[in-house]
């Protein structure tokens, strides 16, 4: 089972970024996901969920209308669309699932948001 973000980098404020996140090792189209941050001296924090459908997203409150979560079960990834950016978004951004109680971490991917 292996979760593999991309798409981080360098982006100055107002900008945007897609992460992606591949997911292998399980049958992705049956199970929920959710993107989690972690800012420097911060605690993770979760960002966003989708149900296994993708038709179902939830989002923190202090991001909802600038992020977006989508899924495509077919390429077994899941997006992360960030728009307006801030310098507080900068932080690590992973992806995870949890099937039948087994937690998965993707490695991460840095987000810096810096003019």
């Known amino acids: 089972v292996q979760l ?3 798409g981080g ?3 100055q404020p107002g900008g945007s970024l897609r ?5 292998s090792g399980f049958t992705f189209s049956s199970y929920a996901m959710r993107w989690y941050r972690q800012a420097p001296g911060k605690e993770r924090e979760w ?3 989708i149900n296994s459908a993708g038709g179902s997203t939830n989002y923190a409150d202090s991001l ?3 992020f977006t ?3 495509d079960n077919a390429k077994k990834t899941v ?6 950016l801030k310098f507080e978004d900068t932080a690590v951004y992973y992806c995870y699932t949890v099937r039948d109680g087994l937690e998965t971490w993707g490695q991460g991917t840095q987000v810096t948001v810096s003019s």
């Open 79 to 84: 997006y992360l669309q960030m728009n307006s």
């Open 19 to 23: 992460l992606s996140c591949a997911a």
């Open 9 to 11: 980098g360098l982006v």
């Open 64 to 66: 909802k209308g600038r």
């Open 4 to 6: 593999v973000e991309s």
């Open 47 to 49: 960002v966003a969920h």
């Open 69 to 71: 979560i989508s899924r």
